[in-house]
């Protein structure tokens, strides 16, 4: 006798003794027929899902390696989403339909060896599995080699500076520019200010405390390599549609890479609780083709020089970085 069998001694309708494996087996073959049902409807709705109010699961994202933790997040929770249903449905199915006041009389037993190792064997599997899903995973997010772009991201209380290292295998020459909340969202955020929230907008993209003055200018189809630190406290440069957020740390430089498939306006947020204002510190990356980006640095770049060799070369090596454009 296994673990899952119970005994009954009801009768049917009829005074026909109802057998308890028909009566098992017709429960489990439900209980499966609706698991299945359940979890192609969510894997259904699951690959519609797009960034927009009330969506349920994470942003499928624009760059090369967002898709990596879109599929591994989906299969993990595909995975909960069948354990729950047989774990519960076995257990409502031993609730009601083998309740004693239905005439079902438990077996008496204490262990079975071979069902005991199957329901240890099982999450072991499931486990191994994830853990080497989601290794390859982070193996691949960490390597930044090949990388034909570098841009430092500084955090600060409670804005972001970004500083162009290198670009295509050259050296950048003093670009870079502090990123903060735009001015109409701030004035809107003050205290009895009057101003409507939902009245700030681009386009027709509300933009309240999500949009900045200089946002950050980077090609497409590049792989762009992030050293991201911190001049305070600790901060969090987080951009959904990339797939990913990295610890800005004092101290210490993490790296991170990216490489966006699609031009566009992303938006993102500081996501660690940095201080009162941690709600004001957006983040927005303009992504354009290649050719606009290079014309755009080269415009930053003399524009960065210009001042330089007007003020002699004392004052050039002390000069602050000309701010960026928005492209």
Sequence with gaps: MTSGSIRTNRAGPHGDRIRPGHRRTTGIRRAVAASSALVLALAAGLAQAAPKPWQLNMERGVTTWSGEPYFLNNVALGVCVVIGLLVFGAMFIAM???????????????????VEIIWTA?????LVVLAWMSTGGLVSFANTTGSQMTVKVTGYQWKWRYDYVDYQGKAVSKVGYMSKLDALSDKTRQLDSGMDPYAVKTGDENT????????????IHTKIRFVITSDDVIHSWWVPAFGWK???????????????NEAGTYRGQCAELCGQDHGFMPIVVKAV??????????????????????DGPATAQVAPPAPGGKG
Excluded at 246 to 260: E, F, H, S, Y
Aim: charged share 20%; proline share 7%; aromatic share 10%.
């Design 208 to 219: 309240y405390l999500l949009d900045v003055d200089k946002p950050l200018v980077l090609p």
């Design 96 to 114: 009601f339909r083998f309740r004693k006041s239905r005439g079902a009389v438990a077996e008496k037993w204490a262990h079975n060896t071979t």
């Design 122 to 126: 099982i999450p072991v599997v499931i």
């Design 246 to 260: 990295m610890d800005a740390i004092p101290g210490l430089v993490n790296t991170a890479w990216t490489n966006i």
């Design 289 to 310: 083709s290649q050719e606009d980006f290079a014309k755009w640095l080269a415009a930053q770049e003399q524009a960065s020089a210009a001042p330089a060799a007007a």
